[in-house]
């Protein structure tokens, strides 16, 4: 079944920009919107961002001014740029699928194929 | 936007019993746009229901959604040793895209 899996740096300098990828194996990213979500240690879920393969993104309004979301269907990836990060971006950063684009639950909103999560820690 | 909220914040109960869970909008939330995830400590959640009521692959038919409107509920039946984990809803937005409710931890009582 589609796996994806989180890769890049555990550790940002306050300021800079943080960069992840999500690789998508056993499966195709067409079809599907793919997002990131965060979750600041002992704290719930937020959602970022999604992006279709086509290129069409949504972000939360709240991170919108610094997120960056782009895909490269070449290599089955998309990945997440967040600029300016301060300590309230440490986070487990987690990409997921979904919603669905096409077929039978386009219209349908909800998250259903997981990365493990990768830790980003925020210091200097 | 559409805030979420969950009742209760933990729920402490034993094995073989019924968990009844809710989570209740600030407004009227499509029920295409409603959904509950299980995260146990250093997972990634896992989708439960969509759609408010439609179980994902794999899950357990003692796990079930209902609800319309402003009012969902997650019921687990029986609860299992492996059900006990925190539990969040979501629903999307238009505007602010999706959002979750601050979960309810079900614990070993």
């Known amino acids: 079944q589609v796996q994806l899996q989180e890769s890049g740096p555990g550790l940002v300098n306050p300021s800079e920009t943080l960069s992840l990828t999500c690789t998508v194996s056993?499966?195709?990213?067409?079809?599907?919107?793919w997002s990131w979500i965060r979750q600041p240690p002992g704290k719930g879920l937020e959602w970022i961002g999604y992006i279709y393969y086509s290129g069409s993104t949504n972000y939360n309004p709240s991170l919108k001014s610094r997120v960056t979301i782009s895909v490269d269907t070449s290599k089955n990836q998309f990945s997440l740029k967040v600029t300016s990060v301060t300590a309230a971006d440490a986070a487990v950063y987690y990409c997921?699928?979904?919603?669905?684009?096409?077929?039978?639950?386009?219209?349908?909103?909800?998250?259903?194929?997981w990365g493990k999560g990768t830790t980003v820690t925020v210091s200097s | 936007e559409i805030v979420l909220t969950q009742s209760p914040g933990t729920l402490s109960l034993s094995p073989g019993e019924r968990a009844t869970l809710s989570c209740r909008a600030s407004q009227s939330v499509s029920s295409n746009y409603l959904a509950w995830y299980q995260q146990k400590p250093g997972q990634a959640p896992r989708l439960l229901i969509y759609g408010a009521s439609s179980r994902a692959t794999g899950i357990p038919d003692r796990f079930s959604g209902s609800g319309s409107g402003t009012d969902f509920t997650l019921t687990i039946s029986r609860l299992e040793p492996e059900d006990f984990a925190v539990y969040y809803c979501q629903q999307y937005g238009s505007s602010s895209g999706f959002t979750f409710g601050p979960g309810t931890k079900v614990d070993i009582k």
């Open positions: 056993n499966g195709s990213i067409s079809t599907y919107y």
């Open positions: 997921a699928r979904g919603p669905p684009g096409s077929g039978s639950h386009r219209g349908y909103y909800y998250l259903d194929v």
